[in-house]
């Protein structure tokens, strides 16, 4: 078989396009950090960093979640924070207004007093982020949702929920007639049998009615004034131990938010390491490989080189 220059010459172009487009590779491997550059370097580990990739985003998407889960919950703890010292001084002044020694100016004080508490609660109630939205209205963010004069609750019905992990969603915006329209199952129940005060403004708005009315010299309407402190008085303790349970669930909320969070960040690690097992260069792999590429795509110029200088002359000498 007879091997033509021009054959010989093909080869050797070839051996040398080759081993430099081989060199380049390793060359850009080392230059992005990356084994896998395009899906044909590896199409199985290329279609699983796919599938991770769309892991880690998800794990992303409910480490934000929780960021916005966490700013709630701790917004509606630190209103209910105040709700419950507003109630606890409102309850101060009902123990007071019982005392029957007390003068019409007095109870008038104390109604005055009320109201102001009655005031700093509504105001709470209806409470907004930093974005205008109204804390206590579920859905019904855009506007408030309890009305200042009866106290009356306009908001939505369903509670906000939130997404933050596969498998976990959680209340994170309790609707106003769940804290301020409501008492629990262990209440204390009204002495004749009666049905329970459980709207808190209703509460206060009876007590501060009872107050402004005069009562000296008559023993019915004191009586009256009296009963009505009475019932303001188990409704307040009614009101607050159902804030206070919002507020212990509220508690294992944040709890539990942080124990996600530290899940989430060993997940994103755990994926961050299978990833750059999956794609990533492995350096000292690499650079021997770039290096010795290197000394081939030198040998192979210099075969080339040496091929041209060639001559059936030189061997006739």
Known sequence: MRISTQMM?????????NNQAQWMKYGEQMYSGRRVINPSDDPVAASQAVVLSQSQAQNSQYALARTFATQRVSLEESILDRVTSAIQSAQGKIVNAGNGAL???DRAALATDLQGIRDQLMNLANSTDGNGRYVFAG????SAPFDQADGTYNGGSENITQQVDASRSMVVGHTGDAIFNAITSNAVPEPNGGSSETNLFAMLDSAIEALKKP?????AA????????DKTNRGLRNSLNNVLTVRAELGSQLSELDELDSLGEDRALGQELQMS???????????SAYVMQQAALQASYKAFTDMQG???FLFNR
């Open 9 to 17: 010459y093909q080869q050797n172009m070839r051996g040398i396009t």
């Open 103 to 105: 003068s019409d100016d």
């Open 139 to 142: 859905y019904k963010t855009g």
């Open 215 to 219: 009562v000296a010299g008559d023993e």
């Open 222 to 229: 004191k009586a009256d004034a009296a009963a009505a402190i």
């Open 277 to 287: 097992d999956l794609v990533n260069v492995d350096w000292n792999e690499t650079i």
């Open 310 to 312: 060639m001559s059936l």
